[in-house]
């Protein structure tokens, strides 16, 4: 799957961006870019893909996605409808890794900053303490200007750094090879993929929709993603039964059905291998924990 290059502008007057959006489009394509891409989400959820790994998202996530690291956050229906009580609200930071200079990060003191730096090709999420305690710096860091900005950014990544409450996203057997001619083939894959999961795609549908054949899709899609469209599309419509089991709305015999499953046993043996939990005991931990 190829993803799409952004390029991101910092402006004339800074050395890096930090900004508030307020709608849920601002990185609705799969794509990468040089930039390290710091986000904290303060509302609205959906599902988040982050190289090779899938999950849901929601208010208070922190995550740190590296160079050339492709990802992609789409927002649930009724965020991107714009329903006046599912707002999003996001504040995101792009930065270069040179953006103090060639030789700040290879600086002794700034040891941790360039290994942070290189952990984050993987994908980081930010957990605990640590994740509310950045995204309270990304409040002041978007309320403060010029050099306090700048000391905001470098305590943020320093505390990320030195932190145990992260662990990596994606696997560390996923290469990105974004040179690969950018093309929208992903961005298809998946939205036919989202808009369709509830009903059986054919091989050659979604084949059709890559405008590549049958036989050559598996083969393309494992190349670049690391794993089957199978298990893609399994990971998928598990993830949707987790944010239904949250929302806690449903019965469980509901989800299986509302998450594209044809029959509970099904359900039930996907469930648990994908996230090594049943789906009822995954729930009760869930509130338990909140």
């Excluded at 709608?23 to 190289?51: A, C, D, I, R, T």
């Excluded at 990971?235 to 989800?255: N, P, R, T």
């Excluded at 594209?260 to 924990?289: D, L, M, R, S, V």
């Amino acid at each position: 799957m190829k993803p799409l290059l952004l390029k991101v502008a910092t402006g004339t007057s800074a050395s890096f961006s930090v900004r508030r959006d307020l709608v849920p489009f601002f990185n609705n394509k799969w794509h990468y870019h040089l930039e390290l891409e710091l986000v904290s989400f303060e509302k609205g959820s959906g599902m988040q893909f982050v190289g090779d790994h899938m999950k849901n998202f929601g208010p208070g996530d922190v995550v740190f996605i590296g160079s050339n690291l492709p990802h992609y956050w789409r927002f649930d229906a009724n965020v991107i409808e714009g329903e006046t009580e599912y707002v999003a609200d996001t504040m995101v930071s792009h930065f270069s890794e040179q953006f103090l200079g060639r030789t700040f990060v290879d600086l002794p003191e700034n040891k941790h900053i360039k290994q942070l730096f290189e952990r984050a090709k993987r994908g980081i999420q930010v957990n605990g303490k640590t994740r509310k305690q950045v995204a309270s710096l990304m409040q002041d860091m978007l309320k403060a200007e010029s050099f306090k900005r700048l000391m905001i950014l470098l305590q943020i990544l320093d505390i990320i750094a030195r932190s145990t409450e992260v662990e990596y996203l994606s696997s560390i057997s996923f290469l990105p090879n974004p040179e690969q001619s950018a093309n929208d083939r992903v961005n298809a894959i998946y939205e036919y993929s989202i808009n369709n999961y509830m009903n059986k795609i054919s091989l050659e549908e979604v084949a059709k929709v890559a405008n590549i054949s049958p036989n050559s899709f598996c083969r393309y899609f494992k190349a670049n993603t690391g794993k089957t469209y199978s298990g893609f599309l399994l990971e998928y419509k598990v993830g949707v039964a987790c944010k239904l089991l949250i929302e806690d709305k449903l019965s469980i015999q509901q989800i299986c059905y509302e998450s594209g499953f044809n029959n509970f046993a099904g359900f039930y043996k996907y469930f648990k291998k994908i996230t090594g939990k049943t789906p009822h005991n995954y729930q009760k931990e869930f509130i338990a924990q909140n």
